[in-house]
């Protein structure tokens, strides 16, 4: 394992640097990544942002983002930055596999690898970690991993400022949750003064939706949105054919469980969708309901106690019927 000290010397000179998020990446994940790019580039490091899948149109502004490699797009380009890496940034995931097959590629370096990360149960690949189960957003730890462990508040730049308050944002859900302390104000007024224009940002997030995608958002509520008062959960359930028929693309169905679960009396929502290869689960939840603990026992899944994921081989009706039968076990929790 690498100390700090040993790390800070380390990247005291410019280094190759591969930066990697999940798969799917939301705005913390490209957020996260993309401010720790914007940080490195000014320090002379040969960096390249490498994530494993695409990611939805209104995260493709921020400053950076033209030179971020998608792994499915330029495999032999990936396998080839990994390969002579000498050390890879891991952000916003605790294990190799949420990265699909770049995590083998990975894995088989002999680069440093660094754990940048809030989620739990981290798996023991890296040689550094920078983790905290606190924390709203990786975001929030790459700005205190450049600011409290490598003492460089002076390289906070606008760029830098404004991934990382989308990162935050995003993953607060715009600021709302518990996890957004006051420390994380703090944090994000840091941001403001280096630069970043929150209302701007909020705008290009938020505010950037296509007409399929509001549509479908509506088919979801109207037709999709079934409510079992009994548990007090909400689950809206998406099969393939919807997603063609309003032209769905990445990114579309990010929040949507959100509405859901903003129904005063629900305090479990699901939303469910046929994907592919597989059906998948996005679960959210108030207060102390465990929704990473159904995810990790059923679904092969896992994340916060009140957003997690998971995923099903069985089909959409199946795997609906098995997420309600799971309700019973825990109807206390859901209706006290």
């Known amino acids: 394992m690498l100390d700090l000290a040993s790390l800070t010397d380390f990247l005291s000179r410019p280094r190759k640097v591969v930066i990697t998020t999940h798969h799917k990446p939301d705005g913390d994940a490209m957020g996260s990544s993309l401010g720790l790019y914007n940080y490195l580039i000014q320090q002379g490091h040969h960096t390249t942002v490498i994530t494993p899948t695409d990611y939805p149109d209104f995260l493709t502004w921020m400053p950076g983002n033209e030179e971020v490699v998608i792994f499915t797009q330029q495999q032999e380009l990936s396998a080839k930055l990994v390969a002579e890496a000498e050390i890879i940034f891991c952000l916003d995931f605790n294990s190799l596999n949420r990265i699909n097959e770049l995590g083998e590629l990975v894995r088989q370096t002999t680069a440093y690898k660094v754990m940048i990360d809030h989620h739990l149960e981290p798996e023991d690949f890296d040689d550094y970690r920078h983790w905290d189960i606190n924390a709203c957003a990786a975001a929030q730890l790459v700005y205190t991993f450049i600011v409290d462990q490598l003492n460089n508040r002076a390289l906070i730049n606008k760029d830098v400022a404004t991934c990382l308050y989308t990162g935050i944002m995003t993953d ?6 518990p996890n957004t302390t006051s420390d994380v104000h703090r944090i994000v007024a840091d941001l403001i003064d280096a630069g970043a224009n929150n209302s701007r940002i909020h705008e290009l997030v938020y505010n950037s939706a296509s007409e399929n995608r509001l549509r479908f958002l509506g088919h979801c509520l109207a037709n999709c949105l079934e409510i079992l008062p009994e548990f007090n959960t909400a689950i809206i359930s998406v099969n393939k054919q919807d997603l063609q028929r309003f032209d769905v693309n990445t990114g579309d169905t990010e929040g949507i469980v959100n509405y859901a679960l903003s129904i005063a009396s629900i305090r479990l929502a699901a939303f469910i969708v046929e994907r592919t290869d597989r059906v998948k689960l996005s679960l959210r939840s108030k207060g ?9 026992k059923y679904f092969a899944g896992g994340g916060h106690r009140n957003a997690a994921g998971g995923q099903s081989d069985e089909s959409l009706e ?3 019927e098995k997420f309600k039968s799971i309700l019973p076990e825990y109807k206390k929790l859901l209706i006290q």
Not at 288 to 296: L, R, W, Y
């Open 288 to 296: 102390e309901f465990p929704a990473n603990e159904i995810c990790k």
């Open 318 to 320: 199946a795997t609906v």
């Open 172 to 177: 607060s859900a715009s600021f709302r949750l």
